[in-house]
Every structure is written in C-alpha cells, then in structure tokens.
C-alpha cells in the first residue's frame, strides 16, 4: 500500500531555534499534502494544504511566517517551525493526497516535537 | 461550514461484543465522511469512507458505518470487538471529493475505544 514517511520521528530542540519536518510520499506522487497539529489527547486540526510548485495556503490563525511550509517536489513536502517556543511544541502530522486516485489520501506517522 | 461531534469520549467493550461509535456531522453541503484510526504516537490510518455512493460502507478490520442522512449520522460498528481494535478512532468529514481543495478534513473530538478481556 502507499506509504508516506516523515522525519525525524521525534526532535527536541531549545527555545529560539527552528527545526524542519519532512513528509515524503514513499510510493505515489502528490501534488497535494497537508499539516496537521494535534495537542495531547485532542483532535487534528489542519494548519494548512501544500500545493506542489505553488505557495501554502494557510488556515485562519495559522501564522505562515511561523510553519515555513514548502512544497518543492511531488514527493516532498516540509514544515519548518522558525523560532519555536514551548507552545510550538506537539504532535505534527502530514497527509498526502494520492495523484492517481484523487479520493485517497494518506498520513505520515507524525513527528513529536518537543521546545525546552 | 462542516462540524463533526463524536459522542463519548471514552467507549469501553469487552472482547466479542458489538462496538458501536457515534458521529454526527453538520454539512452545508453533501459531505464525504471518514473513519480514521490512530494507534498511539502513530498517524492516522482510514478505516473507511462514504463519498455518495452505497450508504452501507464496508472498511478494513470487520468495520462499516452507515450514513443516514435524515439523522446526519455517519457511526461506526463492528460486531464482535477484538483486543486489537483498542485505538482512538476519528470521524472527519469533508465537503470536497476532487479538485485541490480535496482533503480539507475537519475531525471528530476523537474516541478512545477500550477492550476488556
């Protein structure tokens, strides 16, 4: 079956600096992704679509200065956190939309990032 | 607007008996509605999904679900629970199956299903 991958699993970091998330889909292209954040013991939300060769589009309150989404392949997608703080710090999970099949869409096993 | 609202937090079963999940959608539109399962510090894996075509849908692991659109329900059943299908498991729903903005999913509060031996 189709298989997206992200990296790293899980990354600790200080408070200030920035860290990148990748999602890759391993077996299919997409020219669709999305991010998902998901705090403990709640729901996902969608913090914005990744379009291929174009820029994000973000969700309401989503700062897009803050999640660097970009979208250089159709198998690569990343999310890069600038500056992160300890309220950044969460359970990240990508998706990607199958090019071959326009209802299917797959997720990363998601990345635990935690801001000391 | 799209909302989902999954009722019961917490659904606790004992191996062999029925499971029975609820979601209940708010759609403008016809919605396309998902089952999502999440085992912990996993992604999500689609059990099942409902894109306008037979009401009774049939999924992965023995699941279906059954949109009834007179009650905006979309829950999930399996009739015999085994300790494996202890997970969280999400409804999502969404308004579009084509074009870029597919995919936008909106998720259910989620619910944690507990099998007891």
């Known amino acids: 079956g189709a298989v997206v991958s992200q990296h790293p699993s899980r990354v600790i970091c200080k408070s200030g600096t920035s860290v990148k998330i990748e999602c890759r889909s391993l077996?299919?292209?997409?020219?669709?992704m999305f991010w998902y954040r998901q705090f403990p013991k709640q729901s996902l939300m969608l913090m914005a679509t990744s379009n291929e060769g174009s820029k994000a589009t973000y969700e309401q309150g989503v700062e897009k200065d803050k999640f660097l989404i970009n979208h250089a392949s159709l198998t690569l997608s990343t999310l890069t956190v600038t500056s992160a703080h300890p309220e950044d710090s969460s359970f990240y999970i990508c998706s990607a939309r199958d090019d071959r099949a326009a209802d299917t869409q797959y997720f990363g096993p998601g990345t635990r990032l935690t801001v000391l | 607007a799209q909302s989902v609202t999954q009722l019961g937090s917490h659904v606790s079963v004992s191996e062999g008996a029925l499971v029975l999940l609820r979601c209940n959608y708010s759609s403008s539109v016809p919605p396309y509605l998902f089952w999502y399962v999440q085992y912990p510090n996993q992604g999500l894996q689609l059990l099942l999904k409902y894109t306008s075509a037979a009401t009774l849908v049939k999924g992965i692991n023995g699941f279906e679900a059954e949109f009834k659109k007179s009650e905006t329900s979309f829950h999930l059943t399996k009739p015999s629970a085994h300790m494996s299908d202890a997970a969280e498991y999400f409804c999502?729903?969404?308004?579009?199956?084509?074009?870029?903005?597919?995919?936008?999913?909106?998720f259910g509060q989620g619910t944690i299903l507990t099998v007891h031996p």
């Open positions: 077996d299919f292209q997409a020219t669709t």
């Open positions: 999502a729903v969404s308004t579009d199956a084509g074009g870029t903005s597919y995919g936008k999913l909106t």
